[in-house]
Structures are given as C-alpha cells and as structure tokens.
C-alpha cells in the first residue's frame, strides 16, 4: 500500500485523490489524516515524509516520499500510463500550463483565507492584489472555456476543477458561474465523471465560519 498524508478540505489532496480514481489507484493508497497550517507547529509524522510539511504527501510502497501535488499526479499517471499528462509538446504545455494557472489560483485563495483570520486583521494592499489576481485567472479560465472543455480529459481540467471548488468551499457568495458562464457549462459536465463524482469539495464536517468569507471577493 502507498500512505497518503491526507485531508477531507485540502483541495490540492482532492486533486491527487481525482487523479488516483482516473488512474484505477485509490484502492491501493491509504489516506492518513495529516493536520497541516501555514502557524501549526509542524508535526513530526509530516515533516519527516516531506520537509516543507504540506500535503499531499504521498508515500510509495518503497518508502519514497512524493510532494508536491504535481509530482504526485505525474508519477500516478506515468505508472500506469494513462496520460493525463500528454506526451507531445503542444498538449503536455496545454495541460501543465493549466495546471499551473489553476495551482496558483488555489494557492492564493488558501494563503488569503488564513491571511482573515490574522488576530491584528488582514493586510488589505495584499488581500486587493490577490483579488485582482483570482478575477484575471477567472477571467483567462473563462476566454479558454471552450478549449478546456473541448481538450480531452487531463491533469489540466482536473486542477481547474480543484480551484473552482476552493470557490465553492470558502467563497460561494462570489457567484462564479454567473460571472463566468462557459466555465460553468464546462465544470457541470465534469462533474458527472466517476472520479469526480467520487471526491466532491468537502468541508470536512466543521462550518464555514461566516465572518471569514463575507465580502471579500467579487466578479
Ligand atoms: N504546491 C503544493 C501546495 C500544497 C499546499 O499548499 N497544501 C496545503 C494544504 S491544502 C498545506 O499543506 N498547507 C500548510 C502549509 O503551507 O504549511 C501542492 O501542489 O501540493
């Protein structure tokens, strides 16, 4: 069995738990809650798989440690070949240049959720940059709707989908598909894959707290 350092909120575990069900490899991965937080003191069952103490951290069946969420994904699809990772140029910088978009998205929108909870309050030049920054990312993800829905299934949509979930989860008064229609229509029929089905956004049982999410990012 491979171990997972795992979590029912992250949304970069999410990604690895949707590429692990596209690859035929959930049965074979063992999810270990790992508590993570950018001011946890970092537990030493983390921090000794993987330095940085973040997860996804997965574990191979031959004790190696993988991270981050990108090499994890890479080596579950390059084990068994199934190519969410495209070989060929032209649709591997397709796919990995949206996973790269999608990945910093979901970065910012995490680091700017724990940036509201700062005792002294948030730092507002920060918090307007990172704002601007999501609605230009929606924005890119919205102009190339129709390619990312018409591009067959990869590691590319799949982070997409992390990230809109990330929305869902922490900011659901933002009303994205209202904003963002074709992305919308495309993430609707993504959702109807097995995989994704399978790892719905999960707020892990605990509430939103509410003040934290109000009025802090609008499309
Ligand atoms: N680039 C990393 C990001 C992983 C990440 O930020 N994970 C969060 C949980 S969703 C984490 O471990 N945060 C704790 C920390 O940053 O110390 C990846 O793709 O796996």
């Known amino acids: 069995m491979m171990k997972l350092h795992w979590s029912p909120r992250s949304p970069f575990v999410r990604k690895v738990m949707i590429v692990a069900h596209e690859t035929g490899l959930q049965d074979e991965i063992e999810c270990v ?15 000794v798989d993987n330095p940085l103490c973040k997860i996804p951290t ?95 299934f990869g590691i590319g949509q799949i982070t997409v989908i992390c990230a809109l979930g990330q929305l869902d989860l922490r900011w659901p008064e933002s009303d994205w598909r209202r904003h963002f229609p074709m992305l919308a229509e495309a993430e609707a029929n993504w959702k109807t894959r097995p995989s994704v089905a399978a790892y719905p956004v999960s707020d892990g049982g605990e509430a939103n707290p509410g003040d934290l999410t109000k009025g802090h990012l609008r499309f």
């Open 33 to 47: 809650r790992s508590p993570v937080g950018l001011s946890r003191t970092p537990d030493p069952a983390i921090i």
């Open 58 to 152: 997965l574990v191979t069946e031959d004790g190696l440690a993988l991270f981050d969420s990108r090499v994890i994904c890479e080596y579950l699809d390059l084990r068994t070949g199934t190519g969410l990772f495209p070989s060929e140029l032209a649709p591997r910088m397709a796919q990995i240049r949206w996973q790269a978009l999608a990945d910093g998205m979901t970065d910012i929108l995490l680091i700017w959720r724990t940036e509201l909870t700062r005792e002294t309050g948030p730092w507002q030049a920060v918090v307007d940059v990172w704002s601007e920054k999501v609605r230009a990312s929606m924005q890119k993800l919205e102009d190339e709707a129709g390619a990312l829905a018409s591009t067959p």
